[in-house]
């Protein structure tokens, strides 16, 4: 019997519904090519949700979310409403509900894409962050008393306990182990500083190591290091793991290495529960309905969601496709400079898929 995916479908704001559509292209194809079935299910939640009902995850939505096999996200965030809401209602509300502790996010230049760093090339640059993605200073601990007097103070904690440093150290392993290309495994952090979490952090990290993982080798760099390796020598990297905060910082820095956001995807994973796939990048409003934005990021994002259902080939042939569009057709991965238009790049990675 064919496999059935259940998959719930959130274009979200902005280009986020132009870049899963032509995402959704490449896994019709694939789905055709491999033999599974797709079953999908979209939801409105975004920007425009909002204004018109005020609601960002309604909790009947949430319980359903729960019962799929995997979330294809496209972007939030917008024009009309204040930063943060629609990013904390859905985006982080979504990763900590469903406990996507891992946000996995490879950092790969593809054949044909250019990059900012001088003399570097696909065979340098093949990494993966593992970013812890539900704790850290992304749990909202914290405060603010005195509120708009000259005394006023803020604080917002840096929070992790031993279990969420523990099993995001483990996934890294695993990952690793699996990834099986340097078997290095490097923690980033800020010993010298954060002299408590990023302690925490150190220790685990080599207990762990030491105890079940003594084929992967350890390297420790302070975050603010990090930033300068994965530009000076981003070969020296295989998968790096981190907090949530400082992954979210280099994974931008990594996106520009690989092309930029047109080309960057992630994935939110509970290993053993529901995950969810997007682009890196944001909604930018600017390009809105204008047919010009790369949807490559989503389309990869679509391939790292088959990959952890399980179609690994099907998952694979998206992404020779991928890069197939990058060495042969793609001028630029800019958003109106690809020498293609948005649906153009989705149609061709979607027939070059099909086979
Ligand atoms: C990301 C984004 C989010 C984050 C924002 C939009 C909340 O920057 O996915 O990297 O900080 O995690
Ligand atoms: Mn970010």
Redesign the pocket.
Known sequence: MQKTYKIAVLPGDGTGTEVVNEGLKALKAASARFGFKLDLHHYDLGGERYMATGETVPDSVLEELRKVDAIYLGAIGHPDVKPGIL?KGI??RLRFELDQYINLRPVKLYPGVDTPLKNKGPADIDYVVVRENTGGIYTGAGGISMKGTPQEVAIQDMVYNRFQVDRCLRYAFEYTKRRNKRNTLALCGKTNVLTYVYDLWERAFHEMGARDFEEIRRDYYHVDATCMWMVKNPEWFDVIVTGNMFG?II?DLGAITQGGMGIAAGGNINPDGVSMFEP?GGSAPKYTGKNVINPLASICAGAMMLDTLGEGSAAQAIENAVMWATANKIKDLGAGRMGFTTSEVGDMVAQQVAG
Do not use: K, S
């Open positions: 990013e985006l982080l979210d994974t890196i």
